[in-house]
């Protein structure tokens, strides 16, 4: 066994031992977070505690198989096999199984997708027969989905005054009506969403006290990994856990918490001492992965924030380059100058495309630098689409796999009913929805009544309905003794969605057909897997859907792909990243930090710790820039620099530029005193107000700023050879030629940023400087 302690620095060796009672180790940003928790889980495992006693929460599958994998080569496969480590979702999804009698459902419940509940809450406002545009699906499911990771059930929201003045205001007052509907749909098709995972496990323990007592028994060492984006269903679990041993250790970094709009509370880390007064304090400061220069500037920076646990972090790095600022004229001339120092940085750093990330704020600003980026030969991938598991032919496949393993689920019986397609259209389904709806049935019981069925669906539909049903039989049947991969291979074989895929011939197919053969990949990688750590266990169909309904958009990142290109993503999808070279654009006032997120001191201070984050991404270099006029809901803006540039301490900052000072946009911080009350001089100005309607993506309706780039036609008499122009989307440009007459007059222009362009000048709203 090795003596691992000696890879370890002083503080986090001190971290690692000190294992007994509550445990706080704040873990600032490339300190080796991740060791030590995995080496405090070895060390554990050393000192001869059993494996199956320690829990372990994790955020992500991904993180807890490098963690486990990397345990293993510390202790060893046979020390470590009994490990409770996964996500929350996964773990709390487990116990579920194992006392499903408890809270009346059955073992082999469904796991609902995002997916599959916005499908059954766009079919109930569909039935109640209220406005789509009022009660819009994603929304509700938002609503919703808060409500449970506040452990407000369906009966407790329809009864609360306050949850109902609030959707009053909101103008959709039936939210709690969906709900309730929801909820019993879930239940009709033994089904829980992800939220329901806390949520049920949080009245598991409140239920029924002889069973928390023997889960807080058994598990005597509890470990969270990321504290700070726990949320308020997973903090009562994890307090209730550690009950009786209060052997709880959390690591986090509370400047890194960025996901209040899931339910994250920084409460959770910042009161820690309040829950466990006899906590020890631990303090990882030293950053192995940025210059001393990159790691001092997120220091100024994140210093402003009130609401944080002190720390200081630092680096034994190299000073590295001052962090370059720089400005665009527009947006469109910012993606051409990223591209272009994007390349210039590449040739005399010796990186490859892939040591490149640009981060942006919200998913839609990532157009413009795939247009310059395309232009510029320069390969790239968007972050944050759609995953694997959410392409049509995958989750058609998936919907078979669970409807064999549970019958009741109505999701995966309306997406299969009728594929391929077996005469059994949109109108038969509806028929069938209805009677199970009036009887209080799932689907599949409805149809197993074909007398229910008789008076609305006529009997040659009736037959190819049993047909069906008697096709998912005959699988269910083999899932008693035929493992995941070769049932799984059987089911796409004999329900004929190969053979339509191969039937057509188009590209679109073919890339299905991969899809489709790829996944079943994915199971018997699954089945092989397991199989190593037990050889003796079946692997069935609901084991490996238990694992993949619980995979989350970070496990569905293809670690796998070796192509060379620049990566582009929010900053939230980069967090536990990091790049040699970081971008990071748009770097303007009210849109990072974000409008809609108000003036409230505690959402500007997640702002910030978000733009802390996108700095602490970069190893080597780090670049910010921004546009002084952009395109918003088609009309160009003037824009403001981020109040965050000029927080951050100038002597880290190479500024080809000077920020106004006297007109720069406040830091909202200013606005408010210690206590976070609003300053007198603050107090009577306009409220900032938005109802929930407004708060789409980008919400940045300042249109009323605009005072540029609308040009008189005068202006193109003075559009001559050899003039210095200005165009709103591709900046500063000299006039090379001018040919044409009266409305067909044309200008080539050669574009600092763009390069050369043929404008039609009656379009062109040139600006002659």
């Known amino acids: 066994m090795k003596n691992f302690l000696d890879e370890l620095n002083p503080a986090q060796r001190e971290a690692v031992v000190n294992f007994k009672g509550p445990n706080l180790i704040i873990a600032g940003a490339g300190s080796g977070k991740t060791r030590v928790l995995t080496y405090r889980i070895a060390y554990l495992l050393q000192q001869r505690v059993f494996a199956g006693n320690i829990m372990a929460l994790t955020f992500t599958n991904k993180a807890a198989k490098e963690m486990k994998e990397r345990i293993v080569s510390l202790v060893g496969f046979e020390n470590s096999r009994y490990l409770w480590m996964g996500t929350f979702h996964s773990i709390f999804a487990k116990i579920l199984r194992s006392e499903a009698s408890k809270i009346d459902f059955s073992p082999k419940f469904t796991i609902y997708d995002t997916d599959d509940s916005k499908s059954q809450i766009k079919a109930i406002v569909k039935e109640l027969h209220f406005d789509d545009k009022q009660y819009k699906t994603s929304e509700v499911h938002n609503r919703i989905s808060m409500a449970k990771n506040n452990l407000v059930t369906a009966a407790n929201y329809v009864n609360s005054p306050i949850i109902q003045e609030q959707d009053l205001k909101s103008r959709r007052p039936q939210i709690g009506k969906i709900y309730s509907i929801y909820q019993s749909r879930l239940k009709t098709s033994d ?9 049920f496990t949080n009245i598991l323990f409140r239920d029924n006290a002889d069973i928390a007592e023997k889960y807080q028994k058994h598990f005597k060492y509890l470990l969270v990994d990321e504290y700070q984006d726990t949320n308020y269903a997973q903090y009562l679990i994890i307090k209730k856990l550690c009950e009786l ?73 190299e000073e590295g380059d001052k962090i370059k600022v720089q400005k665009a004229f527009t947006d469109t001339e910012e993606g051409f100058m990223v591209a272009n120092l994007l390349k210039e940085y590449k040739s005399e750093n010796n990186f490859k495309f892939n040591d490149f990330v640009i981060l942006y704020r919200i998913n839609a600003q990532s157009r413009i630098f795939e247009e310059s980026f395309r232009r510029s030969a320069i390969p790239y991938k968007v972050y944050g689409g759609l995953s694997f598991y959410q392409r049509k032919e995958v989750k058609d496949v998936i919907a078979y796999l669970r409807l064999v393993v549970n019958h009741n689920d109505d999701e995966a019986f309306k997406r299969i009913i009728n594929y391929p397609a077996r005469g059994i259209g949109k109108t038969t389904l509806e028929k069938v929805e209805s009677i199970s709806v009036t009887n209080n049935m799932s689907l599949w019981n409805t149809i197993s009544a074909p007398k229910l069925l008789q008076t609305e669906v006529n009997q040659g539909t009736i037959s190819r309905i049993l047909n069906f049903k008697g096709l998912i039989e005959h699988f269910s049947e083999k899932n008693t003794d ?15 969605i190969l053979r339509d895929l191969e039937a057509d011939k188009s590209q679109e197919s073919i890339n299905r057909k991969q899809n489709i053969e790829e996944l079943l990949n994915g199971i018997k990688d699954f089945c092989e897997t397991s199989l190593s750590e037990n050889p003796e266990a079946k692997v069935l169909l609901e084991n490996y859907l238990e694992n993949v309904s619980l995979l989350t958009d970070f496990d569905t990142t293809d670690d796998n792909e070796e192509k060379d290109r620049v990566a582009l993503m929010t900053v939230h999808s980069a967090k536990g990243l990091e790049f040699n070279c970081v971008f990071i654009v748009g770097a303007e006032h009210e849109l990072f930090p974000l409008y809609f997120n108000g003036v409230a001191p505690e959402n500007i201070e997640e702002e910030r710790r978000l733009f802390y984050v996108a700095l602490t991404r970069a190893k080597k270099i780090a ?6 006029n952009r395109y918003r809901w088609g009309k160009p803006v003037t824009c403001q620099p981020s109040s ?126």
């Open 191 to 199: 089904a829980m969403d992800f939220d329901d995972l806390l949520l």
């Open 245 to 317: 041993s209060q052997n709880i250790s959390v690591v986090g970094d509370d400047s890194q918490s960025i996901y209040s709009f899931r339910g994250a509370k920084i409460e959770n880390i910042l009161n820690f001492k309040k829950d466990y007064p006899a906590l020890k304090l631990f303090k990882l400061e030293q950053n192995y992965r940025s210059t001393k220069n990159i790691v001092e500037a997120a220091n100024s920076l994140i210093n402003r924030n009130r609401n944080r646990i002190p720390k200081k972090v630092w680096s034994n790095n």
């Open 482 to 496: 035929t493992d995941a991969f070769e049932l799984s291979s059987y089911i796409v074989s004999q329900t004929g």
């Open 623 to 628: 670049n910010i820039s921004f546009a002084e």
């Open 644 to 769: 965050f540039i000029s927080e951050i301490d100038k002597e880290f900052l190479d500024m080809a530029i000077e920020i106004d000072e006297e007109n720069k946009p406040s830091s909202y911080n200013d606005k408010f005193n210690k206590k976070g009350t609003l300053l007198k001089s603050e107090m009577f100005k306009p409220e900032i107000k938005f109802s929930l309607k407004e708060k789409k993506l980008v919400h940045l309706n300042i249109a009323e700023k605009t005072n540029v780039l609308l040009i008189d036609k005068k202006e193109n008499i003075n559009i001559i050879e050899g003039a210095t122009v200005i165009h709103n989307r591709f900046g500063k440009g000299i006039v090379i030629r001018v040919e044409g007459e009266n409305s067909n007059t044309k200008a080539l222009i050669n574009f600092d940023i763009s390069g050369e362009k043929q404008l039609l000048l009656k379009f062109a709203k040139l600006k002659v400087i």
